[in-house]
């Protein structure tokens, strides 16, 4: 790449602005130490305008807000905070400062989401039982809020797959149930199975001019399947 005066003063720009945003934020801890809450706060909206990616920024001010009593400020730095954390991979920093905002104001009227976005953050790390316990909050704080919990519910259904082989034998049934009719009747089909996932399977009939129903197709009795359906 050929380097010319614009992409020289670009890069020194740049450098510059990395270096004045740290000296700002160098300064804000320097007056947090004193105490001095609202002057801090200023530089760190003013390294915010050379840096919108910084999370030390969002999380700076996230604390002053919260020590100054601006609630909803203080969640929503959190919340640029907890999705810069999560953008780059350190979820268990995402999860310290959603638990933070669930702190700063017990009636936030998002809590819901909160929980929702913590269990999606222990749902990722693997830690299951929490990502439910947290999604059961989200559902109690949207319920108490009269908001639709019925996604909420689908999270935590995806967090326990169901049975493989219960999930397969019920496919089987479901297909040879459509391909038969109520009515039909078989002695023996036989099935090639085409494909067999966690979530789904698929099977075809190679006796296709073959009608069964779950009363008297052996197959049937030999998957133990269809007795809620023979009465």
């Given amino acids: 790449?050929?380097?010319?005066?614009?992409?020289?003063?670009h890069d020194a720009e740049g450098e510059m602005s990395g270096q004045g945003k740290n000296r700002l934020i160098e300064s804000a801890l320097k007056l947090v130490s004193k105490g001095k809450f609202e002057e801090a706060i200023s530089l760190y909206e003013k390294a915010l305008e050379l840096d919108s990616k910084d999370t030390r920024i969002y999380t700076g001010l996230g604390d002053l807000f919260a020590k100054t009593g601006k609630k909803n400020q203080a969640i929503k730095a959190y919340l640029e905070a907890a999705k810069s954390y999560t953008r780059d991979g350190y979820y268990s920093k995402a999860i310290a400062v959603c638990k933070q905002i669930l702190e700063i104001d017990k009636q936030y009227e998002n809590r819901d989401e909160i929980y929702v976005r913590l269990g999606d953050l222990y749902h990722t790390l693997g830690m299951v039982e929490d990502a439910k316990n947290s999604y059961n909050q989200a559902i109690?704080?949207?319920k108490k809020r009269g908001k639709d919990i019925?996604?909420?519910?689908?999270q935590i259904d995806a967090l326990y797959p169901p049975d493989d082989a219960l999930q397969y034998r019920q496919a089987i049934y479901s297909f040879v149930q459509a391909l038969a009719g109520n009515n039909g009747m078989c002695k023996n089909a036989e099935l090639s199975i085409i494909s067999i996932k966690p979530w789904k399977a698929s099977a075809i009939c190679l006796q296709t001019k073959t009608e069964c129903s779950p009363k008297n197709c052996p197959l049937f009795k030999e998957l133990g399947l269809g007795k809620e359906n023979t009465k």
Avoid: D, F, N, P
Wanted: without cysteine.
């Fill in 1 to 9: 790449m050929a380097i010319t005066l614009k992409s020289v003063q």
């Fill in 150 to 154: 019925s996604e909420i519910q689908k």
């Fill in 140 to 142: 109690e704080e949207g």
